[in-house]
């Protein structure tokens, strides 16, 4: 091993703002810096657990906090880079360190002497006269410990061990292949046929792909949603849209040394077997515990209410494609990669817009001055590009974020471009949190997305959904950026899965408004601003193909929910169990999921969202609740509004639980109407809401 000295994952990095010095990582910098890492974490653990002196928040609680900073540091580094910028040595190193740090965390919560003081406080906890915010670091050190198994016998713990190694190993593999299945698969668009229907903006970005990809032929497609979407919606070629439709789906499915189905069938029977020893009676049930929702029923009421409204809306808006079909004298059954292609002849003709028509007014850099300007309008926030601080890829940009006192608020990283050795998705992750711990620290925040790029010189034009799509993103970004907690690992977005969407979907709100709208989306060629007719014809289709992008969110969510409900699943069939769920749900042939089991990275290249990709609507029952907030003061961007969200929500991190920040922000918790009538599905045929589903949130 090198000394530490030399290695420039582990010693200070004299960069602008203290960024990570990424010009200076090499991989064989990476497997040393975790050892250290490891074994500097293990040596202050074994001195906490070891210490004469009776349990203290400072000796135990506070010194577990200040632990392992150096392993946060590489791992901060790696796990950002192995999303957004990897390669086959990257790949190699994560095989092997993802199950020695499951190892490496198993071994401290399973910690007897370490547990039993964590304990002892806990035990104490309404006398020792802790401020809110320490009560609270003791109360979720407590719990992740007694979750983790630390209160286990010795065989239960030695077996959850076991489990987390494996599943470690499993869900990297997952990962890896899904990746695989993305790059290994490109459709060249040799001739005029092949391009038929495309408009211009669909042309520069296969042609983008073409060229960043070295391919033989002037347009190429890949698995990129950037590319895939455009492409089933304007492909007058029904045989490519089905070629294309048929490889997007069989991601992690294909028969080979990349299929998932077999690694997804061993991780759901594995999580199963760990909720059963902490003594829950499925992984749903265990993983809910900890969250908004705290149950199955909580979660699956929600969900049924608002599938029934969105079944409803989807059948007539498949009529509707069918209809349009025969009119064109097209003698065929709409079938999945028929549905964007008919859906946009839909939108044309019932609301004259078209995808065509509003992209040259979203070009990107518009759209991050959009973003910057509500952030700057709701929190003071302003932002300066810095051009000297070092990145991990050329096209990675950094901000320097100042709050309306010119202070410094955190540095602000974004990675906007598709590329193949990217994770498909968008994303928001930091390399540092803040905290008050070690100082005043700030965050670094990063942004990814994998938006197609512009042709040679011309701008990246994005569609409504990619703009929504950074604001989400953005939204994350700002929960990090604005967060003011004394503990790290309170910091940001480290709150219950179904609360952390809520600061991205709000966000997304304000894309949408007039004014926002009128200001800067502009046209990339004239710098004409978006006519006031297609602002509004924006507005208005609001609601429309809500029934279709309902059921493809929500038969994802319900299809994780009933594969995580498993009580002693035995050896479960995956597959099967997705069929089955389906059939139970009625799902239209017409639609499918849009993350098919064998490609869920939500729920199995990590832990991250299994049993809770329905986050998202939980968030949203916040989010248009939330918003509706600042539309009745008149102003969206009411000033004492804004103040109240940024002190409970943006700037609170974890450090209250997530049920109490809402109320504090709102004063009322909201129902899940707010969710049919954000996505325009209340209508006189949805029916009134069955008892116990309404009233989804629980209150303290
Ligand atoms: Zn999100």
């Known amino acids: 091993m090198a000394p530490a000295t030399q290695n420039p994952l582990l010693k200070p990095w004299k960069t602008p703002f203290e960024a990570p010095p990424f010009n200076e990582f090499l991989p064989e910098h990476f497997l040393p810096a975790f050892e250290r890492g490891m074994a500097t974490h293990r040596a202050e653990i074994d001195k906490i657990a070891g210490t004469a002196a009776k349990p203290t928040f400072a000796n135990t609680i506070r010194a577990l906090e ?7 540091r590489v791992a901060g580094v790696f796990w950002n880079l192995t999303g957004a910028d990897s390669n086959d040595d990257l790949q190699a190193i994560e095989r092997d360190m993802a199950p020695k740090l499951a190892e490496h965390s198993n071994a401290i919560t399973s910690n007897a002497a370490l547990f039993a003081r964590i304990a002892d406080l806990h035990e104490r906890r309404a006398t020792l006269k802790l401020p809110p915010e320490e009560l609270r670091l003791l109360e979720r050190k407590h719990l992740a410990f007694v979750r983790a198994g630390a209160a286990l016998s010795p065989d239960a713990k030695a077996r959850i061990g076991e489990i987390k190694q494996r599943l470690a190993a499993l869900t990297t593999q997952f990962s890896q292949n899904v990746l695989a299945d993305e790059k290994s698969f490109v459709l060249p668009l040799a001739s005029e046929r092949d391009r038929a229907g495309l408009p211009d903006f669909t042309l520069a970005a296969t042609a983008a792909a073409a060229k960043e990809l070295g391919a033989s032929a002037s347009h190429i497609l890949t ?16 045989d490519l849209r089905e070629q294309v439709f048929k490889a997007w789906q069989q991601r992690g499915e294909k028969p080979g040394s990349t299929d998932n189905r077999g690694l997804i069938n061993e991780i759901l029977a594995l999580r199963a077997e760990r909720a059963r020893l902490l003594g829950y009676a499925s992984y749903a049930n265990f993983k809910l515990a900890d969250t908004m929702a705290k149950t199955p029923e909580a979660v699956r ?8 409204a969105g079944l409803t809306a989807a059948k007539r808006e498949r009529d509707k494609l069918q209809a349009v079909a025969a009119r064109e004298g097209a003698n065929i059954s709409i079938a999945p990669w028929d549905w964007r ?5 839909v939108r044309k003709a019932d609301y ?3 995808e065509a028509d509003v992209k040259p007014y979203l070009p990107l850099d518009q759209i991050i001055a959009a973003s910057f300007h509500v952030a700057g309008q709701l929190f003071g926030l302003a932002f300066e590009e810095k051009l000297d601080v070092p990145v991990y890829h050329p096209e990675v940009r950094v901000w320097e974020v100042k709050d309306a006192d010119g202070r410094h608020v955190g540095l602000f990283l974004a990675d906007y471009f598709a590329r193949p050795n990217k994770r498909s998705g968008a994303w928001m992750s930091e390399f540092r949190n803040q905290e008050k711990l070690a100082g005043n620290i700030r965050p670094v925040i990063v942004n990814v997305m994998n938006f197609a790029k512009g042709e040679d010189g011309q701008p990246a034009l994005l569609s409504f959904d990619d703009a929504r799509t950074l604001f989400h ?12 907690v004394t503990f790290p690992s309170l910091a940001g977005t480290s709150v219950s899965h ?3 969407e809520l600061p991205s979907q709000l966000f997304e709100h304000w894309l949408s408004t007039k004014g926002v709208l009128r200001a800067f989306a502009r046209h990339h060629l004239t710098g004409e601003p978006m006519p006031d007719a297609l602002i509004e014809k924006l507005r208005a289709t609001r609601a429309f193909n809500q029934g279709f992008h309902t059921l493809e969110y929500l038969s994802s969510a319900l299809v994780d929910l009933d ?9 479960p069939d995956a597959m099967k169990l997705q069929d089955e769920t389906l059939a139970r749900l009625s799902m239209p042939d017409e639609i499918v999921m849009r993350h098919a089991t064998p490609h869920f990275q939500h729920i199995y290249a990590n832990e991250g969202y299994a049993a809770g990709y329905y986050s998202y609507m939980w968030s949203e029952m916040l989010d248009a609740d939330a918003f509706q907030a600042f539309e009745e003061t008149g102003d969206v961007f009411d000033a004492a509004m804004a103040e109240k969200l940024k002190l409970h929500i943006y700037s609170s991190g974890n450090r209250q639980d997530p049920d109490a920040a809402y109320l504090a922000f709102r004063g009322r918790m909201p129902t899940v109407e707010g969710v049919l009538k954000q996505r325009g599905l209340v209508s006189c045929e949805a029916a009134p809401s069955r008892a116990g589903t309404a009233r989804v949130l629980h209150s303290k």
């Open 66 to 72: 200040n632990s392992g900073r150096e392993l946060d």
């Open 341 to 345: 292609y008919y859906a946009e002849k």
């Open 473 to 484: 993103e953005f939204g994350h970004g700002l929960h990090g950026l604005l967060s003011d």
């Open 352 to 354: 004259d817009l078209d």
């Open 223 to 238: 698995l990129n949603r950037s590319l895939i979407e455009p492409f089933l919606t304007f492909s007058a070629r029904r």
């Open 301 to 308: 009421g929600m969900m049924e209410h608002v599938w029934a």
């Open 498 to 500: 179904d609360f952390v």
């Open 563 to 571: 594969a995580h409900s498993l009580g002693d699943p035995g050896t």
